[in-house]
């Protein structure tokens, strides 16, 4: 195991196997599993179980970071499965929404990719969470760090599921605006993470990062994809507007996760490590891009 986690290749490989494993678990499910007779509750099971998948890898190598891509590679797995689920889905709709979350996913995966240095490395925040659990730190890995993110991912893919399974016409206009932005969402977050790792190869001691959209917001990436999500609450209140005030809950979990846990834990650990981001916090805005003060 040792060889694993000093190898990026070795590492690499065990988790594309993890998640092929966890695939696998969640369509045996869907094809022999009992059926509740409600195409989204199999679903969530399945998503459940795969989750489970990813939770034992997690344990057995003693690094949650497993759970990592799990954020977008699931979701295009969900559009597929309620698509090919439902008899006289509208096909342009399907494909419009197909587009915008493939290239989301992508993006996203690749970004991972490209930043990941193997197993030998663990997110720093999942042991902060653990070691704060105490005796609790096992129920804190299974539902904060892997269910709990699944179940919000879920509920932001909701509306997309909307959208697929209604048949007939949908509000063709906002289904456009939502295509326009989710794919400028994609693009936000791939110029902030694009400048945030020229930034990591350039960087001085000292530096904190406030330049290009990082001087427009302390935290773009999170908003492109708080973005992303409210692009797919738009597609499913596109397809019924009836039903639109209960559409944004997923993106409205996304919101709170971000505003209430992510960013937060982020902007404490920079604090703790550059004492000069605290000029950037007084300067630049902290969520929402705006010319900074």
Known sequence: MESIRTSRARSLAVVT????????VAATWLVA????????LDT??????ATLVIFAFSRAFGNSSFYDPYWSVIPPLLLLSWWLETPGADTVRCALIALVVVVWAVRLTVNWVLSFPGLRHEDWRYPQLREQAGRGEFLADLFPIHLIPTVIVFAGMLPVYVAVTRTGDDLAWL???AVVVGLAAVWLELAADTQLR?????????????RGLWGWSRHPNYFGEFGFWVAMALFGIAAAPGEFWWLWIGAGAMLA????ASIPMMEQRSLERRPEYGAVIERVPRFVPWPPS
């Open 17 to 24: 196997g993890a998640y092929l494993l966890a695939v696998a």
């Open 33 to 40: 599993g009992p059926d509740t007779g409600q195409l989204w």
């Open 44 to 49: 969530l099971i399945a998503d459940v179980l």
């Open 175 to 177: 289904t456009g605006v």
């Open 198 to 210: 020229r930034f990591a190869r350039e960087r001085q001691p000292g530096d904190v990062m406030d």
């Open 257 to 260: 996760m971000f505003l209430g």
